[in-house]
């Protein structure tokens, strides 16, 4: 009992909090559910980026729910990345259940079902708000990264942009940016190359084939305009609170290229968009990554930096990230390391590679006086997680085993006609999926080649014209002598004269 005292105690110390903080559950010691004994985030430090892991089945998607849920209640903005197109539901109220009923009176919180206010997106073909970027936002750094490029091609790329830079040849979409690749190795190699020096042929094919290759993954409708503004992220619904953006992405997962390109624009045009805000006491947007295994199993050395570079700096901003993923290995150490809130749900050991990451994944957590983790692991139940945050001072909690709360919203899909219910009521949907094709670098520099090739056209006639002008100008005289009317007649006299 005294054992249990305790334990409730360092509970209760270790997740107080002064200021705002959201509730994931009640904490658990043994199979006991501590009724009270609350598990509360601060929101002083949402900020900190966090990891929420498990093996299938285990309830990371659910938890992931909860905490939308929760932030969106304290006025927090929400973006969650849905690659397995389950996170609709929190646009419905749950329909309620009796084991639901049952869990929120082992932790002592009441169950509210609710519905939250969803904006659904899109990058690809599926119904929703689109999310565009142009070639020009992206950047030379940035796109060279995506692409893979050697540093010599990479050369090339600034020299690009530059010269559209120089001669306001706007860079919208992938069409226009093979525009000028082929352009500065053809039409145009003369121009650029007298003002920004040599351009390899071979490099430029090496680039436009990796554009290419980003296109079949269906970039081309994620490239272009009218490019979306992130602070539309940010906005709160009539009743203050915070819009939950649902990206749909269950058509890309074949296609982890266009899903890192669009990671990485969308964080920097964050961080390169949010001013700096120090140590905020809430953060002014939260996003969830699902699957978040797919970002870093693809992506190149110089995206991982780039990543992690953003990683790093973006919570200045009051931005915080969560990976959602099946096992902590999956996130590079040097990412893993900036994490201040970790929620493990149960890991499996099939195999001894199994068992041998459990215990590295339990040297993720403090050491506890009331639990031994690496078992823990392989024993919590669905709906269970161990957790270990930052209290409101940046010092680590307790590691608590903790039942979590139920969603509030509804834990399934939308049909598709209760989806497109939510589309229709967008309030930015029409300005973004708007068609717009403004003259940019394609159209210009194919009225450049028009125009060159006219005069080209122009100048041949002239030159044809001047020969035929000479030719009329001719001393009528000289040409009665020298036509071959007159020849024939002169030789015809002179053979006459000779027989004689």
């Known amino acids: 009992m005294a054992n249990k005292e305790k334990f409730v105690d360092l509970i209760a110390q270790g997740y107080k909090s002064k200021g705002d903080s959201i509730t994931l559950g009640a904490a658990m010691l043994g199979d006991e559910t501590l009724t009270g004994s609350l598990v509360n985030i601060p929101l002083k430090t949402i900020n900190r980026h966090g990891l929420i892991s498990g093996a299938t089945g285990t309830g990371k998607t659910k938890t992931l729910q909860v905490f939308a849920e929760n932030l969106s209640e304290n006025g927090i903005p929400v973006l969650l990345m849905d690659l397995k197109g389950d996170l609709s539901g929190l ?10 009923d049952e869990r929120h009176e082992k932790i002592g919180i009441p169950f509210n079902a609710s519905k939250f206010p969803v904006e659904i997106l899109t990058i690809s073909e599926q119904n929703g708000t689109r999310l565009r970027a142009t070639v020009s936002e992206f950047g030379p750094v940035l796109l060279s990264r995506i692409l893979g490029l050697s540093e010599v091609q990479e050369g090339i790329l600034a020299i690009l942009f530059q010269y559209c830079d120089d001669n306001k040849l706007g860079l919208l979409d992938l069409k226009d940016f093979k ?3 082929q352009y500065a190795t053809q039409e145009g190699k003369a121009e650029i190359e007298s003002t920004y020096g040599r351009i390899s042929t071979a490099s430029t094919g090496a680039i ?12 081309d409708m994620f490239f272009g305009e009218r490019s979306f503004d992130v602070k539309d992220l940010c906005r709160l619904s009539d009743d203050g609170r915070g819009v939950i953006s649902v990206l749909r992405l269950t058509d890309i997962q074949d296609k982890p290229q266009m899903f890192s390109t669009f990671m990485l624009q969308l964080l920097a045009e964050i961080y390169s968009s949010f001013p700096e805000l120090g140590d905020s006491d809430r953060p002014e947007l939260v996003l969830f990554i699902d699957e978040a295994h797919v970002v870093f199993d693809n992506a190149s050395k110089s995206l991982l930096d780039q990543l992690e570079s953003i990683v790093k700096l973006i919570r200045s901003k009051g931005i915080g990230i969560y990976f959602v993923t099946q096992n902590p290995k999956d996130i590079p150490s040097d990412v893993l390391s ?5 929620i493990q749900h149960a890991l499996r050991a099939f195999t001894a590679k199994d068992r041998k990451a459990i215990k590295l994944a339990a040297e993720n957590y403090p050491d506890s006086d009331y639990y031994e983790t690496s078992k823990v ?3 919590l139940g669905i709906g269970e997680a161990l ?13 608590v085993k903790t039942m979590l709360r139920a969603p509030m919203s509804r834990m399934d899909v939308l049909t598709d006609s209760e989806l497109e219910q939510v589309i229709d009521k967008s309030d930015i949907a029409e ?3 708007e068609v717009i094709d403004s003259e940019s670098a394609y159209e210009i520099l194919n009225k450049k080649i028009q125009t060159v090739q006219k005069e080209v056209e122009e100048k041949k006639k002239t030159t044809t014209k001047s020969k035929s002008s000479s030719r009329s100008t001719i001393n009528p005289m000289i040409k009665v002598l020298t036509s071959a009317t007159f020849i024939r007649g002169v030789f015809g006299i002179l053979n006459k004269v000779f027989k004689k």
Request: proline share 10%; charged share 20%.
């Open 91 to 100: 646009a419905k109220p749950s329909p309620g259940h009796p084991k639901i």
């Open 179 to 181: 525009k000028v690749l």
């Open 208 to 219: 436009l084939r990796k554009i290419v290759t980003l296109e079949q993954q269906g970039a």
């Open 338 to 342: 900036q994490l201040g809130l970790k």
């Open 377 to 379: 692991l392989t024993e």
């Open 387 to 399: 957790v270990s945050a930052l209290n409101e001072k940046g010092i680590p909690t307790p590691l």
């Open 431 to 433: 300005r973004y999926n």
